[in-house]
């Protein structure tokens, strides 16, 4: 650890509630903890008789296997629930499901939920941290800290660096939490995307909108590039995914025109050819599987902050 | 039973009266104000630094009985109410069965009779079912003693009905009352559309949702040259319409709820069901031009659209809430702090604006003190400073974000043509 910082909170759900010195000694922690997974026993004991439940009211695959990757590494003890299949079908509300499992005596809920803010009601019911991995259009803290990480690891530190966003940004928590964090550690932010996917008020987060591609790529250090989700009945009127991919994919030629170091980034899963071309994601700009190895030490660290927070046994690792 | 209220702050804005004196209630009616009024037998009130008004009449109550007793009946509803200081609420027809026809206003009346703690008027459904298609039997519900029409929650979406809806209700002599919303443009927002729903990743309401249906609004009451009045008012766009309307001599009035006053979209920010209504907390330059509306007289009455929900249909996903707080027990505490004590208005206006303009609005009685008339009177301690806590909630229910609330001003005492039914802050079940 680099410093004796006091972690308080037991929750995370959101990056738009952490200090800057919140998000960095996040990020500090999750440095100490990407060894352990290059060691060949990969694990240690620091969360060993916790136990977490996961609980995904919406598929995912990446964010719920890194997040039990990460509780495995610590020694957590794991459920796994696919609220699909359990009570909520039977009328049980969100309230009610935390005050039952928290009787099962878990001390982390990891939850991924459709609705914006189901994170943020969960913790009203339960004493146990609550750790929010995506929650509809609000927030996903945990991919803006491995994304936060992963630039921090390329170029040393985050403030003065020009991020562009693109893609559908109306509809993603990924932009959002990225947007509050870069913004809080001092980076250029700006978003690019036809206006009807923009959010509105997009210039009150303190970012720069375009719909000029050209112009957000100018200068900037690196892109994070956004999934389309064609498949969204509320904007109909959208231009086609040929039509989008022509003005606005990421491709070689675009990024011939940019920084040569520029970094690519991609909170996944990729649509190959729509918003971005093969060749830029697996080319040499692309940081897009450092990011998902990255995932891992970042929700390592979390899981261990938010678990020991109320406990204040913050001060050693191992 | 004979009541003797002296040394109040006699305050009957319709009289043009405000003097400290005596009241006398006698068979239940206002027999006598006069200083220094002397009756042998009578019970004597002292109300030495209170505030004696007529009773509070909300025009927009949902008691969710019959249908809906898990969050409120006309008991525990009446009670709440008397305990705001209300002695009438006009209760809205979204119960289940809708009361949109003679035989529902016959049971509900039913219930009312024998149960209701304040007078009970009953708005019914202005078109079967609130479905916006087929009106109501307006002279058959006129003649079973309803107040006033409405489809509340439900706008009257086609135009031409909605001119119907006036021409009959004017010929049945019925008041109408328009929850104006452009469905197609709020569709499936669930607060203020703004930076902050943009930032919560909720989907938003906007103004216009409101504002242009009041806009249709004030064409079918013109068209018609019949009343009409609006309820709930939340937009700044809102307010500049209906006051260019009035100026225009179009007949509409219009009421604002105490939440889109004193609070903000900013109390949504923590995602709580409580915080969930429609129309829905608006920005702070809202909330600003409903007071000075209600200032200017642009706005006639302040309304509570007291609408109680149980604690599972709140405490869930912001998405997944049903819109609505409860209000008649914090109406006049709010609005006292919010419009009078701020020096914003008088509480002489205050009186007005929650007593005498209802009771016309609707052409109901009450909202004044004339000797004679039936004694439903509040008496308000102006000092009392306390904390609102859920304990001490009437109502069924509990979904309201005032909860921690410093309030001042209180209702004391309320009494119901004559009856002492809330006195010194408790219900008086023998009175």
């Known amino acids: ?318 | 039973m004979k009541y003797l209220i002296k040394n109040a702050r006699i305050i009957d804005p319709s009289n043009n009266f405000d003097k400290v004196a005596d009241l006398l209630i006698e068979d239940g009616k206002i027999a006598k104000i006069e200083a220094d009024i002397k009756a042998k037998d009578a019970k004597i009130i002292d109300a030495s630094g209170l505030v004696c008004a007529p009773g509070f009449i909300d025009l927009h109550t949902h008691l969710r009985e019959p249908g809906f007793e898990g969050k409120e009946t006309i008991f525990s509803g009446t009670r709440s109410a008397a305990k705001g200081g209300y002695t009438t609420v006009c209760m809205m027809p979204n119960t289940n069965p809708t009361v949109d026809n003679i035989q529902t206003v016959k049971l509900v009346k039913e219930i009312i009779k024998k149960d209701a703690l304040v007078n009970v008027q009953i708005v019914a459904a202005a078109t079967l079912a609130r479905k916006g298609e087929t009106l109501t039997d307006y002279i058959a519900l006129k003649k079973e003693g309803v107040a006033a029409l409405s489809d509340d929650g439900s706008p009257v979406e086609n135009t031409e009905v909605m001119r119907q809806v006036l021409i009959e209700a004017a010929r049945a002599g019925l008041p109408v009352a328009s929850h104006a919303e452009d469905l197609k443009l709020a569709k499936n927002g669930v607060m203020n559309d703004g930076f902050i729903s943009s930032k919560l990743g909720l989907n938003g309401i906007s103004n216009a949702s409101e504002y242009k249906a009041i806009e249709r609004e004030i064409a079918v009451a013109k068209e018609t040259k019949t009343p009409l009045h609006i309820c709930h008012i939340s937009t700044k766009e809102s307010c500049e319409l209906i006051k260019k309307a009035k100026a225009d001599g179009i007949k509409i009035t219009a009421e604002a709820t105490p939440h889109h006053f004193t609070l903000t979209e900013k109390e949504c920010e923590d995602f709580s069901g409580n915080t969930k209504m429609n129309p829905p907390l608006r920005s702070q330059g809202d909330a600003e031009a409903v007071k000075q509306a209600l200032k200017d007289g642009t706005l006639d009455a302040i309304a509570t659209d007291h609408a109680p929900h149980a604690p599972h249909e709140k405490e869930v996903e912001f998405d997944l809430a049903l819109f609505g707080i409860i209000g008649l027990e914090t109406a006049f505490p709010l609005a006292y702090q919010t419009l009078v004590e701020s020096g914003l208005i008088t509480l002489n206006k205050l009186i007005e604006l929650m007593s005498v303009n209802p009771a016309k609005i609707f052409k109901i009685p009450g909202g004044n003190l004339a000797v004679g008339s039936k004694a439903d009177i509040v008496l308000l301690d102006l000092n009392k400073e306390w904390i609102y806590s859920k304990d001490e909630i009437l109502s069924s229910s509990r979904n309201t974000p005032y909860i921690g609330r410093k309030m001042k001003g209180s209702p004391a005492h309320t009494f119901v043509s004559g009856r002492h039914i809330f006195k010194e802050g408790q219900i008086n079940e023998e009175f």
């Open chain 1, 1 to 318: 650890m680099t410093d004796k910082f006091i972690w308080t909170k037991k929750d995370l759900l959101g990056i738009e509630y952490l200090s800057a010195a919140e998000i960095e000694h996040i990020l500090d922690t999750a440095a100490s903890f990407k060894e352990v997974s290059t060691r060949d026993i990969k694990k240690v004991p620091a969360l060993r008789g916790k136990t977490a439940a996961n609980l995904f009211y919406e598929p995912s695959t990446r964010t719920r296997v890194s997040f039990e990757v990460a509780e495995k590494r610590l020694s957590c003890d794991v459920i796994n629930m696919d609220m699909k299949a359990s009570s909520v079908l039977k009328g049980e509300t969100l309230a009610d499901t935390g005050r039952n499992l928290e009787a099962l005596k878990i001390d982390v809920f990891i939850i991924r939920h459709t609705y914006a803010g189901a994170a943020n009601v969960l913790s009203k019911f339960v004493k146990g941290s609550v750790i929010n991995a995506g929650d509809g259009k609000h927030e996903h803290p945990t991919q803006a800290l491995l994304d936060m990480y992963t630039l921090r690891e390329k170029f040393g530190k985050i403030k003065g660096l020009n991020v562009a966003i693109i893609g559908d940004i109306s509809h993603s928590r990924v932009a959002r939490s990225n947007i509050w964090g870069l913004r809080k550690l001092g980076a250029n932010v700006v978003l690019c995307a036809p206006e009807i996917i923009l959010p509105k008020y997009a210039r009150e987060f303190g970012v720069k909108v375009t719909s000029n591609i050209d112009e957000a790529l100018k200068d900037a250090h690196a892109i994070n590039v956004l999934r389309m989700q064609f498949e969204r009945d509320d904007i109909k009127s959208f231009p086609t995914p040929s039509e989008y991919f022509k003005n606005y994919g990421i491709t070689k030629e675009r990024l011939k025109k940019c920084r040569p170091d520029i970094v690519v980034m991609h909170p996944g899963p990729m649509n190959r050819g729509l918003e971005i071309s093969s060749d830029v994601a697996d080319g040499k700009n692309s940081v897009i599987l450092e990011q998902v190895t990255n995932g891992i030490a970042v929700r390592m660290a979390v899981l261990f902050l938010t678990i020991t927070a109320k406990r204040g046994e913050n001060e050693i690792l191992n």
